[in-house]
C-alpha cells in the first residue's frame, strides 16, 4: 500500500500544462514522424521546471547499482618486522610475533575504475563497515582535469629519464574521460558524483578540486547533485610557479568547491585561525578580532602590521615541484599543506576520509599523519603503487616517532571485475552463474584468439588456437592457471606431437615459472607462459592491433640459514616487456634526435646524429635496474583470503516480496588464496635510489611453510614467487 501512495505522489503534477490546440497538434505531429520537440516544451511539459540546469547529450540520472567483491592483494601491517615502540600500539598490533593489526578498521587502497568502486562500497557489504566507522566525513576529489597527464609516467633510469605509456585500460578510462570532449568529462563525474553523494555522511563534506577548464561545469553539477543550498565555499588557490604568456594574465589558480551533503556538517572553527601582516591602519588595531602581535620586521614605519585574523577562501599556497621535500615525481601531485588544511577544517581524529583519484596519495598521507581513517581509489596501476610506497614511509616516521598508525590492505575487484566485463552477473545462483559463465567463456575465447591473432582450433582438449607454428591455449577467466592445467596442455602436445605451446592467462599459480618450463623443455615441448592483459575488454584497442602479451616475469632467491633462522637473498628478474620497437623508432626518427623504448625487456635510447648516424645504447645494465620495490611474506598461507558474499535468500521461503524490506545478507566466503602479509620490504624513493637485495634473518619455527617474495619493477607490475622452506633446515 506503502509503495502505491509513494507512486502516486511522484507522478502527480503540481502545476496543470495549459498549451494551446496549435501546440498540442505540433507535439502530435513531431512524435508522429519521430522527430525531436522544439526546445521551448522542456519548460512547458516538464513538471519539474529547472530554470537554469547543465545538460549534455545522453545525460541520465540512472546510477550503476554493481556490486563486485573486493579482493585484498596485499596487506600492511607493520612495515618492517621489528618491535613497535609505544604502548598504545602494542593494543592495536600483535607486538610479539607477525606485527599484525589485531583489532578495528584497517585502510584500504582500492586499485580500479571508481565507477565500479564507488558503486560496490555503496551497496555492498563494506558499507556496514564504513557506516560502523561513523560513516564517511569528508570527500576530497582531485579528478583528471589535465588532459592526459595522469596516465603516462616518468621513469628514470641512471641519468636518462624514460616516458612509460599509458597501458590500453588506461588509456580507454582517457578516452572514456576526454574522447568526447567536455560531454564525456561531464557524464563521467556526473554519475561518480552521485555515488559519492549517496556514500557521504549526513554531517559530510565534499572537496572536488578543478582548474579553470572544468570549474564552471562541476559548478553547476554540484548544485544540482548536493543542492545549491549545500555550497559553502569557492576555494581560489593561488600559487606561484609554471609558465607565463605574454598576450594574457597567467592563469595561476585552481579552485575548490566545498559542498556539505545536509546543513548539519562539521566545521572546525580553531583551523580559520591564521595570521596575516596586513598595511597597517590605525583603527585597525582596535577592531574586534584582529590582535596585535610582535612582528620584529614590521613596525610602523615600514607600514605593515602582523595580525591574526580570520581564514578566507583564498589561499596563496605553493605548488609541489620538482625541488619541494614533499615532491615523489606524480605529474598532477598537490601540496600536502592544501590536503591538511581541508582535512583538519571538515574532520576530526578517528573520522572515515576518502579520495577516490588518489594519484600520488596526497589526501591518505596526510590523513594518516592526522590519525583519520582513511579509503583511497585509483585506476592507474602506478598511481596504486606509489602510494603503496608513500604509505609506508608515512608508517615508517610515524613508528619512528613513537607515534599511532595503521594497517592497510590493498584490494582490487579482480576477477570479479573480469567477470563482470564479459558480463556474469555475480548474484546468480551458482549453477545458473556456471551456465552464463560457460556461455560467455565461449566468447571470450574467440575474443582473446582475436587479440592475439591467433586462428581457432576444433577437437582438441585443451587447444583453443593456433598461431602460426604455435599452439594456443587459454586460461579461465576467473582463476588462476595451475600446474595441473599446464601439465594437461603439456600431455596433448607430446600425443599430438605438437612441439610449440603457448598459454595465455590472467594469472598463473605462483611458483609455475620457470620450473614449468624446464620440466616441458626437457618433455621437447617449448613452452611460453603470456598474460592476457586486461585491456582484451577494448574492442577498440583489439581493431587496431594494440594488444601486447606480455611474458611471465622471472625471479630467483636464495634462502640463508643462519642458527634456525632465516633470510631471503635477490638474485635474479628478468621481464620482457616490449614498448614500440627498434626498427620502428629508428625509421621514424629525425637527424639529431632521440628516443627511449622498450624491447624485448631491455630499455634502449636510440639517437641519430647530424649525419644520420645511429646509435642504440641499452639503458638497463643489470637485472637490479628493473626492480623498484620488493617484499617478502615469511609465512605465506598463514593469512586466508575471505570475502562477504551475499547470502542466496529464497523469496518463497521468507515470504519477503517487498524489495525495500528484503534485506541483504552476507556470508564470509575463502577464495581459495592467501593474503600476501608484506612484513619486510625494501624499495627505491626519489631520494634514495639503493635497494637492499638481501633481507635481515628471522627466526624460523619448525616445519614446513611457504615465504613469498614478491617484486614490482619499475612499470608498477607486480610478479610474485613462493618458496617453500623446513624450520629444523640448516
Ligand atoms: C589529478 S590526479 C590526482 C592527483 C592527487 N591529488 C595527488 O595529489 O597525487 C587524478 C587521478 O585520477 C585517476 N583516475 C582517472 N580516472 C579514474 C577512474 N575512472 N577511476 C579511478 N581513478 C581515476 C588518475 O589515475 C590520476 O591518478
Not at 559553502?232 to 551533503?261: C, L, P, V
Not at 581524529?349 to 583519484?357: A, R, S, V
Not at 603503487?385 to 595503521?406: A, C, S
Not at 575474443?447 to 582438449?461: M, N, S, T
Request: hydrophobic letters at 35%.
Amino acid at each position: 500500500m506503502a509503495k502505491k501512495k509513494e507512486v502516486n505522489v511522484k507522478y502527480e503534477t503540481k502545476t496543470k500544462i495549459v498549451l494551446s490546440d496549435n501546440e498540442i497538434r505540433d507535439i502530435t505531429n513531431c512524435l508522429r514522424k519521430g522527430i525531436p520537440l522544439p526546445e521551448k516544451y522542456r519548460f512547458l511539459l516538464f513538471d519539474d521546471k529547472r530554470e537554469v540546469e547543465l545538460v549534455w547529450n545522453g545525460k541520465s540520472e540512472d546510477v550503476t547499482n554493481v556490486v563486485l567483491p573486493f579482493q585484498i592483494i596485499e596487506q600492511i601491517d607493520e612495515p618492517r618486522i621489528e618491535k613497535i615502540s609505544g604502548e598504545k600500539q602494542a593494543t592495536l598490533f600483535d607486538v610479539d610475533t607477525r606485527g599484525r593489526q589485531l583489532q578495528g578498521w584497517t585502510n584500504k587502497l582500492i586499485w580500479g575504475d571508481n565507477k565500479l568502486i564507488l558503486s560496490s562500497l555503496k551497496n555492498g557489504p563494506l558499507r556496514e563497515e564504513i557506516e560502523k566507522q561513523g560513516g564517511i566525513k569528508l570527500i576530497y576529489i582531485d579528478p583528471p582535469f589535465d588532459v592526459g597527464a595522469d596516465f603516462s609516467m616518468k621513469i628514470n633510469i641512471g641519468d636518462e629519464e624514460f616516458t612509460k605509456q599509458p597501458n590500453v585500460l588506461e588509456e580507454l578510462a582517457y578516452r572514456d574521460t576526454w574522447g568526447k570532449g567536455a560531454d564525456s568529462f561531464i557524464a563521467m563525474m556526473y554519475e561518480r558524483l552521485m555515488l559519492m553523494r549517496d556514500l557521504l555522511a549526513e554531517d559530510g563534506s565534499i572537496y572536488v578540486h578543478c582548474d579553470w577548464r572544468v570549474k564552471s561545469y562541476l559548478r553547476l553539477l554540484l548544485d544540482e547533485i548536493f543542492g545549491k543550498e549545500n555550497f559553502r565555499n569557492e576555494i581560489i588557490w593561488h600559487y606561484f610557479m609554471g609558465g607565463k604568456s605574454k598576450r594574457f594574465f597567467a592563469q595561476k589558480h585552481d579552485t575548490i568547491f566545498f559542498y556539505s551533503k545536509s546543513d548539519s556538517w562539521f566545521f572546525s572553527e580553531e583551523s580559520l585561525e591564521t595570521e596575516r601582516i596586513l598595511p597597517y591602519v590605525p583603527s585597525l588595531k582596535s577592531e574586534k578580532g584582529i590582535e596585535e602581535i610582535p612582528c620584529p620586521n614590521c613596525n610602523l614605519g615600514t607600514g605593515v602590521w602582523k595580525s591574526k585574523v580570520k581564514m578566507d577562501d583564498v589561499w596563496d599556497m605553493s605548488g609541489v615541484f620538482n625541488m619541494s621535500k614533499e615532491w615523489i615525481d606524480y605529474p598532477t601531485q598537490k601540496p600536502e599543506a592544501l590536503i591538511k588544511r581541508i582535512i583538519e577544517a571538515c574532520s576530526k581524529k578517528g573520522d572515515l576520509i576518502c579520495d577516490f583519484f588518489c594519484g600520488s596519495g596526497t589526501t591518505l598521507s596526510i590523513a594518516e599523519k592526522l590519525g583519520r581513517k582513511w579509503i583511497g581509489a585509483d585506476l592507474g596501476k602506478f598511481a596504486i603503487h606509489t602510494t603503496r610506497k608513500r604509505m609506508i614511509n608515512v608508517q615508517r616516521q610515524l613508528k619512528n616517532e613513537g607515534k599511532d598508525f595503521r594497517a592497510f590492505e590493498i584490494l582490487n575487484l579482480g576477477k570479479y571485475e573480469r567477470q563482470h566485463y564479459i558480463g556474469v552477473n555475480p548474484n546468480l545462483r551458482d549453477e545458473e552463474k556456471q551456465k552464463q559463465l560457460a556461455k560467455k567463456e565461449e566468447e571470450f575465447v574467440k575474443l582473446i584468439l582475436h587479440a592475439y591473432r591467433a586462428e581457432k582450433v576444433e577437437g582438441f582438449k585443451t587447444f583453443s588456437g593456433k598461431k602460426l607454428n604455435r599452439m594456443v591455449v587459454i586460461g579461465p577467466v576467473d582463476l588462476p592457471v595451475g600446474r595441473l592445467f599446464v601439465e594437461e596442455a603439456i600431455q596433448e602436445a607430446i600425443e599430438k606431437k605438437i612441439t610449440k605451446l603457448d598459454v595465455l592467462a590472467f594469472e598463473f599459480e605462483m611458483g609455475l615459472f620457470p620450473h614449468i618450463q624446464e620440466e616441458a623443455k626437457a618433455r621437447g615441448v617449448d613452452l611460453a607462459l603470456k598474460y592476457i592483459p586486461k585491456d582484451v575488454f577494448d574492442k577498440r584497442a583489439v581493431e587496431k592491433n594494440q594488444i601486447v602479451f606480455n611474458d611471465v616475469s622471472y625471479i630467483e632467491v636464495k634462502p640463508l640459514y643462519k642458527d634456525n633462522s632465516i633470510a631471503i637473498e635477490l638474485t635474479d628478474f628478468s621481464v620482457f616487456y616490449n614498448q614500440d620497437s627498434i626498427k620502428n623508432v629508428e625509421e621514424n626518427l629525425k637527424d639529431g634526435g632521440d628516443k627511449i623504448l622498450v624491447e624485448n625487456g631491455n630499455i634502449i635510447k636510440v639517437s641519430k646524429d647530424k649525419e644520420g648516424i645511429i646509435r642504440r645504447e641499452i639503458l638497463t645494465k643489470k637485472w637490479t635496474d628493473w626492480i623498484d620495490y620488493w617484499a617478502v611474506d615469511f609465512d605465506f598461507e598463514s593469512k586466508k583470503e575471505i570475502i562477504k558474499m551475499e547470502k542466496q535468500k529464497d523469496i518463497k521461503q521468507t515470504g519477503k516480496l517487498d524489495l525495500e524490506e528484503y534485506k541483504k545478507e552476507y556470508e564470509e566466503v575463502w577464495t581459495g588464496d592467501y593474503i600476501f602479509e608484506n612484513e619486510w620490504q625494501s624499495f627505491r624513493t626519489k631520494k634514495n635510489r639503493e635497494l637492499e637485495l638481501k633481507t635481515p634473518f628471522k627466526k624460523l619455527d619448525s616445519g614446513k611453510r611457504k615465504i613469498a617474495i614478491k617484486v614490482v619493477d619499475i612499470f608498477g607490475n607486480d610478479t610474485m614467487k613462493i618458496i617453500e622452506v623446513k624450520g629444523d633446515n640448516k
